[in-house]
Structures are given as structure tokens and as C-alpha cells.
């Protein structure tokens, strides 16, 4: 069965600093990784996905498929990127299965 | 129009009642999805519909809960003899299509329910 876990509820982290929300995923095939957002009274939507390899506001993640991982990354955190995150994963015709988010702080 | 439409926004029931939420997926999207969202729970899978294939019931916490989706298009969430554990932010969502092809899910703004 999918699975996406990821460790944090509630991530703190002062503005200028490093950040990185985990995500680890449990598929035995080639699945499909995504980050969602969802901003203060906004509705959830995308924020990057692994098979584009993009830089979305200056988010990263990179798949280690070795570590069944998906770990999202910003070298600078700024005030504006305080939201909730959810990693998902997607593969053939399941439906898309989200982790339980992380709620990232950055702290003036 | 222009995204994922939900309503009502907000809905307060009393124990025991029936309730329906309704999602306008976009047009021309194939897949939509049933989402349950509560504090400590995450985004908690209900119900997947993809094209004219049977829907993916899997999520489903008990079955007081069904969902259809007529037409391809407008999607009905019901929840049956409703408890206080019901309440919650029910999003909807929908998909251009399903894996492989690489898609993003267009999410509504969510139906708040509150059991009383």
C-alpha cells in the first residue's frame, strides 16, 4: 500500500534560516511526488513536483529513490512561506495520498 | 468556471442528520477526489472517481458516507445519521487525468461541518 510520512507536525524556523519539511513514501514502483501548500485562508494547491525539477519560490526537493524520500528545501526562509505542507504521492490509477503536513513557522 | 467550486462553504447539522456537500469540478477534468481535513489527521482520502471507471471507494470511514458523481461532472458527497466525529473540512478536488501522465490536482475551498 502508499504511504507518505512525514515526521513533523510543526517545523520553527527563524527567517534567513535553512529549512528542509521531510517526507519519506513507501511504493514499490515509479511513483509520482508532489508538494502541496496551502496558505492562510487560501485553498491547498501545488507547489512543485519531483518530475518537473523545478525551484518554486525558491523550494527544492529532490527524489532519492535509495531513501524513499522527498524532502523539501529552502536556503532562506522568509516570513511569507509560513503555511502548511503536505506531500503527496501518485502512481498508475490509485488516487493521490497525502502525508498529515507539517506546519512551517518562520519566525521574525 | 474558473477552479473547483464547493458548497455549501460552511454547514452546522444536528447529530443524526443527513447532509449533503457538492463539488463543480472543472470542466473537462476526469478525476476528482473527496478529501476529509482535520486538525492532527492531515488530508485524509475519501472517494476517487476517474472517467467512467468504478469509483475508488477505499477511503470511505464507514458506510454512512457514499458519494456520486453524475455525468463525469458535478459530484455529491452524502453523510448518513451524522456524528460529532463527521466534523470537519471536506475538500473536493479534480485532475485533468489520472498517472502516469503527470497532473495537478485543483483543490475547491472546502465545505466546513460542524456536528452539534
Known amino acids: 500500500a502508499q504511504r507518505v510520512t512525514q515526521p513533523e507536525k510543526l517545523l520553527s524556523v527563524f527567517k534567513g534560516a535553512p529549512v528542509e519539511l521531510k517526507c519519506n513514501y513507501s511504493?514499490?514502483?515509479?511513483?509520482?511526488l508532489f508538494w502541496y501548500v496551502q496558505y492562510s485562508r487560501q485553498r491547498l494547491q501545488l507547489l512543485l513536483r519531483h518530475i518537473s525539477r523545478e525551484s518554486i519560490k525558491g523550494f527544492t526537493a529532490d527524489l532519492n529513490k535509495g531513501e524513499t524520500s522527498f524532502h523539501l528545501k529552502k536556503p532562506f526562509a522568509q516570513e511569507e512561506d509560513s503555511a502548511m505542507y503536505y506531500c503527496a504521492l501518485h502512481s498508475g490509477n490509485t488516487p493521490l495520498v497525502f502525508g498529515k503536513g507539517t506546519r512551517l513557522s518562520v519566525i521574525a | 468556471g474558473a477552479g473547483v467550486s464547493q458548497s455549501p462553504s460552511n454547514k452546522v447539522t444536528e447529530k443524526g442528520k443527513d447532509v449533503e456537500l457538492r463539488c463543480d469540478p472543472i470542466?473537462?477534468?476526469?478525476?476528482l477526489y473527496w478529501y476529509r481535513q482535520s486538525l492532527g489527521q492531515g488530508l485524509e482520502f475519501l472517494i476517487y472517481f476517474q472517467g467512467n471507471s468504478a469509483p475508488d471507494k477505499s477511503g470511505l470511514p464507514s458506510d454512512r458516507f457514499s458519494a456520486e458523481r453524475t455525468g463525469g461532472s458535478v459530484s455529491t458527497l452524502t453523510i448518513q445519521r451524522t456524528q460529532q466525529e463527521d466534523s470537519a473540512v471536506y475538500l473536493c478536488?479534480?485532475?485533468?487525468?489520472?498517472?502516469?501522465?503527470?497532473?495537478?490536482?485543483?483543490f475547491g475551498q472546502g465545505t466546513r461541518l460542524t456536528v452539534v
Open positions: 511504493y514499490s514502483g515509479s511513483p509520482e
Open positions: 478536488a479534480s485532475s485533468l487525468a489520472a498517472a502516469p501522465v503527470n497532473t495537478e490536482a485543483f
Open positions: 470542466s473537462g477534468h476526469t478525476a
